[in-house]
């Protein structure tokens, strides 16, 4: 099937793959953010009273990379298996 795609089609794949690596990246930057911030509310006697939602955003944190990681292989799956191996 590769062999029937022209060079739109294979632009228009290599667009697909990239716009999934950004979409996980934003993902991740949520991540890193979620985690920061709980790290910091946790740590800054000033915030005491936030105590509840630093844990909470550290919870939520990893549930979000693991959301984006696993959007990031199922997208990656339908790409291979509607378009084949593009490269």
Same mark, same amino acid.
């Given at each position: 099937? %590769? %062999?029937?795609?022209?060079?739109?089609?294979?632009? *228009?794949? @290599?667009?697909?793959? !990239?716009?999934? @690596?950004?979409?996980? =990246?934003? #993902?991740?930057?949520?991540?890193?953010? !979620?985690? %920061? %911030?709980?790290?910091?509310? =946790?740590?800054?006697?000033?915030?005491? @009273?936030?105590?509840?939602?630093?844990?909470? =955003?550290?919870? +939520? *944190?990893?549930?979000?990379?693991?959301?984006?990681?696993?959007?990031?292989?199922? +997208?990656?799956?339908?790409? *291979?298996?509607? #378009?084949?191996? *593009?490269?």
């Amino acid at each position: 099937m %590769s %062999s029937d795609l022209i060079t739109r089609d294979y632009l *228009a794949i @290599e667009r697909t793959r !990239l716009a999934n @690596e950004r979409t996980f =990246l934003a #993902y991740f930057r949520t991540f890193i953010v !979620l985690l %920061s %911030s709980g790290f910091a509310i =946790l740590r800054l006697t000033a915030l005491e @009273e936030l105590r509840v939602l630093g844990w909470i =955003l550290l919870v +939520v *944190a990893p549930v979000m990379l693991i959301i984006g990681t696993a959007r990031l292989i199922m +997208v990656r799956h339908r790409i *291979a298996r509607y #378009y084949g191996k *593009a490269e």
